[in-house]
């Protein structure tokens, strides 16, 4: 029987977890299609085989978020005026604040409902994923993880398709002072993020140099921070000739100086060390085998420490995780990325 994804499949034979060393590690983060509606593989175990197939490509944040579970069907109809303002009432409440502190962008912030419900409606996947999220909300019949595991997937597709809506009105580059909401702006943000996360490299630097005059010293580590992220993923990853570790280095560098706190910059910079180390690395292994003795500035410590901060910041449950839905679901993505099951870190690469 085949899955939605071409890289794991189910075979009849009885399942024996020892026959998949990794099983263990991505359990958590794949479902399988099934006769009956939406099984998790944890659920199938004791009937089927599961075998992995990884694919030897850098995957894209749709392809990651793809194998946390089956797309939804497509609504019948288009939602209900009660619906809508169901949807707007959630994106104001859940999804605007978390959007906005992570992108740092105040378009997500959108004074007026009216505006968002015409975006919204200029993207029918979006208004189509929300309103498949709210069915499965309501249809949830309890808070234990078994019951929780396909509305989280499709909460974490929700917020990923949410975050790309100024691409829908993005309009060209407002020169050298773009506001704080500008659609430009925040829209190569995203570009940027899922750079970070896809593992791959920008042809060019989207976003405004930080050279602008009379802007507050807030305003000016922001772009600062952004524009050396956009300026790390322009280096040659693959290389470990010294030129090109001290490039990535002084980027890195220059983005650990202006974390200024701030938990969305916290995160990103956790994950550019999760990006740059996995390449000679396997995160998790690492965090288990790091020596106690090692200096803060050695490599291995601190890409343990990056992965105990992205792993906890992912976590929706036990106290810990994120501030907001938004930074967990896209600190979840980076952890698949990098850690487990590690599609894109560069020792899985390596050995594909």
């Given at each position: 029987m085949s899955s939605p994804n071409p890289w794991f499949y189910l075979s009849d034979s009885p399942a024996r977890e020892t026959t998949s060393p990794t099983l263990g590690s991505l359990k958590a983060y794949f479902y399988v299609s099934h006769p009956s509606g939406r099984v998790t593989t944890s659920s199938i175990l004791s009937s089927h085989q599961l075998t992995i197939v990884f694919p030897a490509k850098k995957m894209k944040i749709d392809e990651l978020l793809a194998l946390g579970g089956m797309a939804p069907p497509t609504p019948s109809s288009p939602p209900s005026p009660e619906t809508l303002d169901e949807i707007t009432k959630l994106y104001y409440e859940l999804y605007m604040r978390g959007l906005a502190l992570f992108f740092e962008s105040k378009w997500y912030e959108l004074k007026e409902s009216s505006a968002f419900n015409s975006i919204l409606h200029r993207n029918q996947p979006t208004l189509a994923l929300f309103t498949s999220f709210l069915q499965t909300i309501s249809e949830v019949k309890s808070t234990h993880p078994r019951d929780l595991n396909y509305s989280s997937h499709l909460e974490s597709s929700l917020i990923w398709a949410l975050a790309r809506l100024p691409g829908c009105v993005a309009r060209p580059s407002e020169g050298v002072s773009p506001s704080e909401g500008s659609p430009f702006e925040v829209t190569s943000r995203v570009q940027v993020f899922e750079t970070l996360v896809s593992g791959e490299t920008l042809s060019h630097n989207p976003l405004t140099p930080p050279t602008i005059e009379n802007i507050s010293t807030a305003r000016q580590h922001e772009l600062e921070f952004w524009y050396h992220l956009a300026e790390y993923l322009q280096q040659r990853h693959s290389s470990a000739s010294p030129a090109d570790v001290a490039a990535r280095e002084f980027h890195l560098g220059h983005l650990r100086s202006r974390l200024d706190g701030k938990e969305n910059r916290d995160v990103l910079y956790s994950v550019a060390i999760l990006r740059e180390y996995t390449a000679r690395w396997d995160a998790a292994?690492?965090?288990?085998?790091?020596?106690?003795?090692?200096?803060?500035?050695?490599?291995?410590?601190?890409?343990?420490?990056?992965?105990?901060?992205?792993?906890?910041?992912?976590?929706s449950s036990g106290g810990t995780g994120g501030t907001t839905n938004v930074v967990r679901r896209l600190a979840d993505v980076a952890y698949r990325s990098f850690v487990r099951p590690g599609l894109n870190s560069g020792s899985r690469l390596r050995r594909s």
């Open positions: 292994t690492n965090e288990q085998t790091v020596p106690s003795h090692l200096e803060e500035s050695d490599p291995r410590c601190k890409l343990a420490v990056a992965t105990r901060f992205v792993r906890d910041e992912a976590a």
